[in-house]
């Protein structure tokens, strides 16, 4: 599971604010994100803070910049987990750690300012439970996403049953009462803008300008893309199974159609049977037929890794001050 042992637990102070960052081959922004982040922590008001840095099995420098930096910074944490497991699980790990009474997530590629800190740390102060980014701007991000990433979300909007924001990444303040909650849901497929959603409470958009990464390529290829938004649909909606229902329906209504007029040909008509629409239809059925089962089979296929209730990552080693813990 992705609590803490009690051992863990007892040893942890709780801070006033954790941030959490999953980094996947960043080590061209660690040095910069690092700064700006220290400047925004030290400007921030709270008394103590951590931030936890989780590197999610980077194959660059990422990990030995990050533990040079936690050399000199004693409120940095580093995970390291044992290999990629992807943004979500990266930051289900990263959130595993947090002790703080309020938690900011944000990416390592400085696209969310860190200095937004300070007006969304406002804002949650007012007994806001979730301060989330949404994007106004979206600067240096090609057509192509920009376009997949409404249709992605309009497709969610309709398919799920909570209302989901849309243009909002991970980027947001959250309380701590949220992170527990959250926290406490075991799913194995991890959409946390829609986790975070579902949970409720008092969550308020926070307008702002999505800068381009500061550097490096983004770490989301078209298959991770792809792979990301059906977790976040089925994990959502069971709309989809209803639909496969449905299509089965229309496919039953012109299946009975197509019968009666084979009938009404063999008895009124000439009838040469027609290879051609024998098989179109036999082709149309079969087809329905697969796009339904492949549909099933994405539910069963995710009950049962839930049923194998695997721990979502494994954290190789954490450091602190330098040092392995
Ligand atoms: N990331 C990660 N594991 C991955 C892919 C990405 O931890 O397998 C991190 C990445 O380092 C960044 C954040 O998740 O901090 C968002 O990734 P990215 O900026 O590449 O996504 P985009 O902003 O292009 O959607
Ligand atoms: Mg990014």
Redesign the pocket.
């Known amino acids: 599971m992705i609590f803490m042992s009690e051992d863990q637990q007892s040893k942890s102070i709780s801070m006033d604010l954790s941030i959490v960052?999953?980094?996947?081959?960043?080590e061209e922004s660690l040095d910069e994100l690092h700064k700006r982040l220290d400047a925004t922590c030290k400007k921030a008001d709270v008394k103590s803070y951590e931030i936890i840095l989780?590197n999610?099995g980077s194959s660059d420098k990422t990990l030995s910049i990050m533990t040079q930096l936690s050399k000199k910074d004693k409120n940095l944490i580093i995970a390291d987990l044992s290999r990629?497991?992807?943004?979500q699980l990266?930051?289900s790990a990263g959130l595993s750690l947090a002790t703080g009474e309020y938690i900011f997530v944000l990416?390592?590629?400085l696209?969310d300012p860190p200095e937004l800190l300070h007006p969304m740390l406002e804002r949650a102060r007012t007994g806001i439970d979730v301060i989330y980014g949404q994007r106004k701007i979206r600067k240096g991000e090609t057509w192509f996403k920009i376009f997949a990433s409404k249709a992605f979300y309009k497709t969610l909007s309709y398919l799920s049953d909570i209302p989901i924001p849309e243009n909002v990444?991970d980027f947001r303040l959250m309380s701590k009462r949220v992170h527990e909650k959250l926290l406490s849901m075991p799913e194995q497929h991890r959409f946390i803008r829609g986790m975070i959603a579902w949970i409720g409470f008092e969550q308020e958009a926070f307008l702002y300008e999505r800068d381009a990464?500061y550097a490096g390529v983004?770490?989301?290829s078209f298959a991770?893309l792809i792979h990301f938004s059906i977790d976040a649909i089925t994990s959502f909606s069971i709309r989809p199974l209803r639909i496969s229902l449905l299509f089965a329906l229309l496919g039953a209504i012109l299946a009975f159609l197509l019968g009666s007029y084979a009938f009404y040909g063999y008895f009124f008509k000439d009838t040469i049977s027609g290879w051609t629409s024998l098989a179109t239809i036999v082709t149309f059925f079969s087809s329905l037929q697969l796009i339904c089962i492949g549909l099933i089979g994405e539910y069963i296929g995710r009950t049962y890794i839930q049923t194998k209730e695997r721990p979502l990552y494994m954290i190789r080693r954490l450091y602190k001050n330098g040092k392995k813990q």
């Open positions: 960052i999953p980094c996947y081959n960043e989780v999610d990629n497991h992807g943004h990266a930051l990416d390592a590629d696209q990444g990464r983004t770490k989301y991770k």
